[in-house]
């Protein structure tokens, strides 16, 4: 019996030593059928003999998870690579992926408190296409957001605030300019809205949006009360969808029908509580600049 166990004890260690000796096979394959920008892509693992991993997007991004989620921020071609490890062999996996552009016009705020994902609206095409132009410029980058209003909005886009001093006078700076309004009942300002700003109606009376500046709704929980209210005042109708999203996200809806909005946030709420909670000084202004820049989503 002894000399069966011993046997067995040996057959194991020769598997173990052959086990750890072997090389590797990376394999993955992508089960997600939608590969588009900002949409996640599942990549399964499928990697034999390994006990690492180390992935390769082909965006310079990486992981060392075993079926990671990627998304990607510019559609093109990627080759993603997979290493499988196990000690110091390595097995080696490449698969071409193409990331298609998006099937909206969408926009990307960096800022340093995180990064807005916006939509920008197909019903508002003067502003959308005018926004576009602007970011592509790489007009907006290096602006900061001049006026911050906590419960209220976040204003930037006044090419006067690039390298602004502290005590400079901002907010009426454009490129010379001004849009159309284009004033859509079923785009409201409920929190996360993209809208323009421009000056007040005594001397704009056709409501003409300002060429570069805009604002985005940060705004408080709004009441049915007051939502009924605003209806009769401005001889409008809200959905019952247009009321949940007030009555739970928040908004402002005094500006509906005022102010032309022409995109919201469809990613990073959470950025705008951020900049909306900085502290302050003369005409809102914060005290650190909030510097942002605006790329096309392609």
């Known amino acids: 019996m002894n000399s069966i166990m011993r046997y067995i004890f040996k057959l194991i260690i020769v598997v173990f030593l052959f086990a750890s000796c072997a090389k590797p ?24 003999k390994a006990n690492e991993y180390l992935w390769d997007f082909g965006d310079g991004t990486t992981s060392k998870e075993f079926d990671p989620l990627h998304e990607y921020k510019l559609s093109g071609n990627y080759k993603v690579t997979l290493k499988a ?21 969408m926009v990307e ?12 609206y197909n019903a508002t095409p003067r502003h959308r296409d005018n926004f576009i132009k602007l970011a592509e410029q790489g007009y907006y980058n290096e602006l900061i957001f001049h006026r911050v209003i906590n419960g209220f909005m976040i204003q930037g886009g006044d090419p006067n605030s690039k390298n602004a001093s502290s005590s400079a006078s901002l907010g009426s700076g454009g490129p010379g300019y001004q849009i159309p ?19 007040g109606d005594q001397v704009n009376p056709m409501k003409e949006s300002s060429g570069s500046q805009f604002y985005i709704v940060h705004g408080r929980p709004v009441t049915e009360t007051v939502l009924e209210q605003t209806e009769a005042q401005k001889n409008m109708h809200y959905s019952p969808e247009q009321k949940k999203q007030y009555e ?24 705008i509580d951020k900049i909306a909670g900085v502290q302050t000084g003369a005409s809102n202004r914060p005290f650190q600049d909030v510097k942002m820049k605006i790329r096309v989503i392609k």
């Open 25 to 48: 096979i990376a394999n993955f394959n992508i089960r997600s059928d939608k590969k588009q920008v900002l949409h996640n892509i599942h990549f399964q693992n499928q990697s034999i």
């Open 85 to 105: 490890i196990n000690g110091n062999k390595v097995g080696v996996k490449s698969i071409d992926v193409n990331i298609d552009p998006p099937t909206d016009c």
């Open 109 to 120: 705020i960096e800022t340093d408190f995180g990064n807005m994902v916006v939509l920008l």
């Open 181 to 199: 309004a284009e004033l859509v009942d079923t785009l409201i300002h409920v929190k996360g809205a993209l809208a323009a700003a421009r000056t």
């Open 248 to 271: 739970t996200l928040g908004g402002t809806p005094f500006l509906d029908k005022e102010y032309t909005v022409f995109g919201k946030v469809i990613k990073g709420l959470d950025v």
